[in-house]
């Protein structure tokens, strides 16, 4: 679909899918295209091109779709002389909510979204967050099937920002679909299960993150430290071992990850003190500025170097295989020690 504003080119034969029951992450920076996509999905603006939401052309027949979409925009109208009870019940009318069921509604959205000790409250005397909470019980009062957020921790502090993206999160277990449009690559990290790149009104990567991440890195990266780290370079002409290098730390690229327990095994057997064993996850960023290095740029739109091996996430980070290759390189430790 294609659409401008006067002279500026929004959408630029953008394209792209929105698989059923996950969430979608629209990334891009800002003037990419996304909040106008949002738009054309619920039928606000009318594009060139072909646009279905639910099968349906919501330029055609908009009254059919925006009933089963709940939006959430980065700066939602509510009505701030009004207490938070009175924002949802007028809304719930507006969607057409039948009166007997309106109560329990607002009583069931205040409650999901933890507003419901500020509800007789005026909404002009809300915080940020507890307004964005507002918009969120909005969006759903009506049990839509799409859920569309534009931006929706803008200018929020980030507990307030953590709770609205676990709330977020919570809406794929109502069976709702999520399509949310940020610029923020840490609100989307964990929380995408699709995405789409947009850049300049156009689509220029899409598809599951996972899926993505092994486009970019068909091979699994994992890092080794010992108490001797020249001892580590034997690896090198290991079976399995497609990529190696050392510098500070030693970084081996493997066939399949599940060679990891018999290389730190060999690795004890010959004496190694092994320190660190870590598999590294590429974070979404790293994706994010792998495409744009595809594409030529880096993140300050200049000639990129080639796309690197990802770099090693925080210690900290939960991950099964690195806790359970810890756990041996831990006992390799102890076993060099004794």
């Known amino acids: 679909m294609t659409h401008r504003f006067g002279e500026v080119t929004a959408l630029n034969s953008l394209s792209f899918d929105v698989p059923s029951g996950g969430i979608t992450v629209l990334l891009g920076p800002n003037g990419a295209g996304k909040t106008t996509a949002i738009r054309a999905i619920t039928g606000a603006i009318s594009p060139s091109g072909t646009i279905r939401t639910f099968g349906i052309d919501p330029r055609v027949d908009g009254d059919s779709v925006r009933p089963r979409c709940g939006v959430v925009s980065a700066k939602p109208a509510l009505y701030d002389r009004l207490s938070g009870r009175d924002n949802l019940e007028y809304a719930a009318e507006l969607y057409g909510v039948a009166r007997g069921d309106i109560d329990s509604r607002v009583s069931e959205s205040a409650e999901r979204f933890g507003i419901t000790h500020a509800l007789d409250h005026l909404v002009g005397g809300y915080s940020t967050g507890m307004k964005t909470r507002l918009a969120l019980a909005r969006a759903v009062l009506h049990r839509p099937e799409l859920l569309l957020f534009d931006e929706p921790t803008s200018g929020l502090d980030p507990e307030s920002s953590a709770a609205v993206l676990d709330l977020i999160r919570e809406m794929t277990s109502l069976g709702i679909t999520v399509v949310m449009c940020t ?68 970084r081996v690229q493997l066939d399949d990850i599940g060679r990891i327990p018999a290389i730190v095994s060999s690795l004890v057997a010959d004496g190694v003190q092994l320190t660190r064993v870590e598999p590294v996850v590429p974070t979404l960023e790293q994706l994010y500025f792998a495409v744009r290095s595809g594409r030529g740029q880096d993140r300050f739109g200049r000639p990129a170097a080639p796309t690197a091996a990802p770099t090693a996430a925080p210690a900290h980070a939960a991950n099964p295989a690195r806790a359970h290759a810890n756990a041996l390189a831990g006992s390799a430790s102890q076993g060099g020690r004794r």
Do not use: K, M, N
């Not at 899926?211 to 580590?232: C, I, K, N, S």
């Open 183 to 250: 610029h923020l690559l840490s609100e989307a990290e964990g929380l995408a299960d699709h995405i789409v790149i947009l850049e300049t009104g156009s689509c220029v990567c899409e598809g599951p993150t996972a899926q993505l991440t092994r486009r970019f890195w068909p091979h699994d990266t994992v890092v080794f430290d010992a108490v001797a780290p020249d001892q580590l370079d034997r690896i090198a002409t290991w079976p399995g071992v497609v990529g190696y290098d050392r510098a500070d730390l030693a």
